[in-house]
């Protein structure tokens, strides 16, 4: 038996006083504990497209991602729920002679078949000859992009949004592809401002693919939001001495540990606006734990 999603996810405060002497309030969204089965806010992403594919009648997903990428074992633990199959086409084809990492263990385990192409194929994953390709070898398949990012997933996202209105004056998120805050951005209240930070390197380019998700989404631009590109630590799944004082620090006082790959960065970048005086005192931040 499928355990339901926990719907609205859980809104705390954090007691910090380094975000107090500011006049700062933080508060986490806890979307890391939405299903037990599938990491982060993964579920706001996929539920739709997972309804849309069942309409459709297929029964097999294909999918794209790096070797630590969440949305692969989301994925993949989706269609083991759903009773679809989940094929995971990962970049780099290097990785098919070494062991699984654990998160692409977690996927396989959860029945994820993966193929692991060149990182020039990668790159044109979405050029029709390319995917053509995969289909002729997998078949019938409903294809999620990267990320899972696609207008379906971004109006998934828009109930985040509508769950924090009136809850605080700034939301921040991670990015990765931006389908998140895409979507949270068309929930939120008018007097609510977003900021998501890319945990890529020159994450700046997420602007326009943010952009045309809202308006194959929402048709057209929703909501105040910016992107801040400086706490990247060097790129995705990668980290610096920095991060990791921040991370065993934050453990320490909270004993929550941060996800390294995305919420470490965005709490990072949290707290370094606040010491800039970005927020006038007073000023709530909602703070989403992606996973």
């Known amino acids: 038996m499928r355990p339901p999603p926990l719907l609205p996810s859980p809104l705390t405060e954090l007691d910090d006083e380094r975000l107090g002497r500011h006049g700062v309030t933080l508060l986490l969204k806890r979307d890391d504990l939405i299903h037990p089965d599938l990491p982060g806010n993964k579920y706001r992403k996929l539920h739709l497209n997972l309804r849309a594919a069942a309409d459709a009648g297929y029964d097999t997903l294909l999918t794209f991602g790096g070797a630590y990428s969440n949305h692969l074992r989301a994925t993949a633990a989706a269609g083991r729920l759903h009773g679809l199959a989940t094929i995971g086409v990962v970049r780099g084809d290097e990785l098919a002679a070494r062991p699984l990492n654990d998160s692409l263990t977690r996927a396989a385990d959860d029945g994820m078949r993966l193929h692991f192409v060149d990182r020039s194929t990668y790159r044109r ?125 934050f453990t320490a006082r909270h004993g929550l540990v941060p996800d390294r790959v995305y919420v470490a960065k965005m709490l990072h970048g949290v707290f370094t606006l606040a010491d800039e005086g970005i927020f006038p005192p007073g000023t709530r931040i909602a703070a989403v734990v992606s996973g």
């Open 125 to 249: 994953k979405t050029d029709p000859e390319v995917l053509d390709a995969l289909l002729e070898r997998f078949g019938y398949a409903y294809v999620l992009p990267e990320g899972g990012s696609n207008a379906l997933a971004a109006q998934g996202c828009a109930e985040l949004g509508r769950e924090l209105r009136g809850r605080a004056e700034v939301v921040t998120v991670a990015c990765g592809t931006g389908g998140t805050l895409a979507g949270l951005t068309a929930g939120l209240g008018p007097e609510q401002r977003a900021i998501g930070f890319p945990v890529l390197k020159g994450g700046r380019f997420l602007e326009d693919g943010i952009q045309q998700l809202q308006e194959e989404a929402f048709g057209g631009r929703r909501g105040d939001w910016r992107l801040d590109d400086r706490f990247h630590h060097g790129g995705y799944a990668r980290s610096t001495p920095e991060l990791e004082d921040f991370c065993e620090d």
